[in-house]
């Protein structure tokens, strides 16, 4: 099968059992711009509840970026936050956030290396919670597939990421949310994940799909198109699996079982498809008539 025709400077593609589809200098330590946020996230959820009131600092007001705009002294909560964080991708909400679990943006970012570490990815090193450029903050394809999988394990983030608009209350009224993430409602299947853009990045997006009982996750950093590349990627994922073979010709399947003895029951032919090999039920349909022999 071609490889996919993609113009990313590092990419991965993963399905659901961890195997690497197809790879692009995975492992390269490159900026990763907001696709910082899925951490961010991870960390905020392990240590806060969505309904806790967030007070808006005037240093977190000052980050700026995201389209939220937030002011010194407004409340959101922290389930707010974290959809404007995920969505329009809100750097003021990320610092805010940051503040109200850890006190200061610098000991959050400390609990973000530390939760990396205890993810197992080797090529990321954060120096803020938003994913603007700064010296000692990057990540590899690799580990952004690897993050993204941690993510989609928590049901509330996977909600989250999966939504292409929604509206949080506000200190004036609701407040309208955009997702970033065009392949959500442009791609059939799309589940998520992150966006991220910045001067060093490049167009960067982790995009997540499900089919078929099947998942695939795709990397895209530093493109012409990041949803154009992970698009690709995913559309060579599902060719891959659907050529997956299910069950081998020869393979046996069952067993006839006689008062005097038995007969294994073998595949006639291959069986190919994008399920699950281990998720796929075979039932035996034998007919009353069938005597011996065989």
Known sequence: MPAP?????????????????????????RPNASTTKMVTALVVMRESDAEEPVMVSSNAAATG????????????TVGGLLYALLLSSSNDSAVALAEHVAGSEAAFVERMNALTRRLGVRHTHFANAHGLDAPGHYSSARDLARIATALLRRPVLAEIVATSRTTI?????????????????????????????????????????????????????????????????????WARLARGILVAE???????????????????????????????????????????PV
């Open 5 to 29: 025709q993609v113009t990313c400077a590092a990419c991965i593609l993963v399905d659901d059992t961890g195997r690497v589809l197809f790879a692009h200098d995975a492992d390269v330590e």
């Open 65 to 76: 970026g995201g389209g939220l705009d937030l002011q010194p002294g407004e409340r959101y």
């Open 169 to 237: 209350p506000g200190p004036g009224g609701s407040v309208p949310l955009e997702n970033r993430n065009v392949l959500l409602e442009g791609y059939p299947g799309a589940i998520g994940v992150k966006t991220g853009y910045t001067a060093g990045a490049g167009d960067t997006l982790v995009a997540a799909a499900r089919r078929h009982h099947r998942r695939l996750i795709a990397v895209a950093m530093g493109s012409a198109s990041a949803a154009s590349d992970a698009a690709a990627l995913l559309d060579y994922g």
């Open 250 to 292: 020869g393979d046996a399947v069952g067993e006839l079982v006689f008062a005097d003895g038995s007969t294994p029951v073998v595949a006639e032919g291959t069986v190919r498809g994008a399920e699950h090999p281990e998720r796929v039920a075979i039932t035996l349909d034998a007919d009353d008539a069938v005597a011996l």
